[in-house]
């Protein structure tokens, strides 16, 4: 041998059904859980978007990013598996 480690990284996959409910339950807060990036453009979106409909434009950025989190994390469990 010359000295060279293979290192295996294990990572769960994570469970759309948690991150449909935290997202249903939490909007943009909920998102964080599928991916911390999307999350907190989405939390920066929702806030833009209360202001500017008096909340009403939540309803469809709460499915958006409802959408969204189903989406980010069948792509990152599919990476998984490569």
Do not use: R, W
């Not at 294990?10 to 339950?25: D, E, F, M, R």
Request: glycine share 10%; with cysteine.
């Amino acid at each position: 041998m010359d000295g060279q480690k293979t290192i295996v990284i294990a990572v769960a996959p994570k469970s759309q059904g948690i991150g449909a409910i935290l997202t249903l339950l939490f909007g943009s807060l909920g998102l964080l859980y599928a991916s911390v990036l999307a999350g907190l453009i989405m939390i920066v979106v929702e806030i833009i978007t209360a202001v500017l409909t008096m909340g009403i434009g939540l309803l469809f950025t709460h499915i958006l990013c409802l959408i969204l989190s189903i989406i980010i994390i069948a792509v990152k469990n599919k990476n998984l598996t490569k």
